[in-house]
C-alpha cells in the first residue's frame, strides 16, 4: 500500500531554518521523482520543487535560493530544508508523487510567526 507521512512541522520565527521530512512506503523513493507543494490558508496549492532519481532538483522561484530538497534512499524518506523563514510561508506542507495518478500525503503544518 502507498503511504506518504510528512512530519516535522512547527510554529517558528520568521528568520529560522526547519525541516520537514516525507517518509514513503509503498515506492521507492530512489526510483520516482518526488515533489513538495504548500497550501496557505484560503489560497490553491502551491508547487514548490521536486527531486528526481538521480537527485537533481527543481525550485520554484518563489523559493529557490531558500528551500532546499534532498533524500535518503536508505530511510526511504524526502526532506525539504527550509532556511530564511517568512510569515508568508506558512501552511500546510505535502509531498508527493505521481504514478498514473497524483499520491498525497496529509501534510504538516508549518507556521511562521513575525
Known amino acids: 500500500q502507498v503511504q506518504l507521512v510528512e512530519s516535522g512541522g512547527g510554529l517558528v520565527q520568521a528568520g529560522a531554518s526547519l525541516r520537514i521530512s516525507c517518509v514513503a512506503s509503498?515506492?521507492?523513493?530512489?526510483?520516482?521523482?518526488m515533489s513538495w507543494y504548500r497550501q496557505a490558508p484560503g489560497k490553491t496549492r502551491e508547487f514548490l520543487g521536486y527531486i528526481v532519481r538521480g537527485g537533481g532538483t527543481v525550485y520554484a522561484e518563489s523559493v529557490k535560493g531558500r528551500f532546499a530538497i534532498s533524500k535518503d534512499n536508505a530511510k526511504n524518506t524526502v526532506y525539504l530544508q527550509m532556511n530564511s523563514l517568512k510569515p508568508e510561508d506558512t501552511g500546510v506542507y505535502y509531498c508527493?508523487?505521481?504514478?498514473?495518478?497524483?499520491?498525497w500525503g496529509r501534510g504538516t503544518q508549518v507556521t511562521v510567526s513575525s
Open positions: 509503498g515506492i521507492l523513493v530512489n526510483d520516482t521523482t
Open positions: 508527493s508523487f505521481t504514478r498514473g495518478v497524483n499520491y
